[in-house]
Nanobody, 123 residues
């Protein structure tokens, strides 16, 4: 059974950095598209950054967040720099079995989800 497991969340001061990991377990299955979403209290889950044929991200994280994949480890990473209190949320990784020209920003496109990891940025 394929599972996505996030790690690396925590509490950090504004301006600091965190690196989240998303490990895919359950055999050698590899997703063609992967993404990070986040959900703040009282808000809907939103797309943050994703990679499929290309990379896409929301404007609010441009120049601060970077997505990468280590295919040998079947793991995806989210490097978050210059964190702001507005980045506080539960971060989820998601996997899409379809290869798209541009990663989808719709949560419904992704078939597999991790359990989420909390990121809290203090001011």
């Amino acid at each position: 059974q394929v599972q996505l497991v996030e790690s690396g969340g925590g509490l950090v001061q504004a301006g600091g950095s965190l690196r989240l990991s998303c490990a895919v377990s359950g055999g050698t299955f590899r997703f063609d598209g992967m993404a990070w979403f986040r959900q703040a209290p009282g808000k809907e889950r939103e797309f943050v950054i994703g990679v499929s044929g290309t990379t896409a991200y929301v404007d609010s994280v441009k120049g601060r967040f970077t997505i990468s994949r280590d295919n040998a480890k079947n793991t995806m990473y989210l490097q978050m720099n210059s964190l702001k209190p507005g980045d506080t949320a539960v971060y989820y990784c998601a996997g899409d079995v379809h290869l798209l020209r541009v990663p989808s920003r719709l949560a419904t496109q992704y078939e597999y989800w991790g359990q989420g990891t909390q990121v809290t940025v203090s001011s």
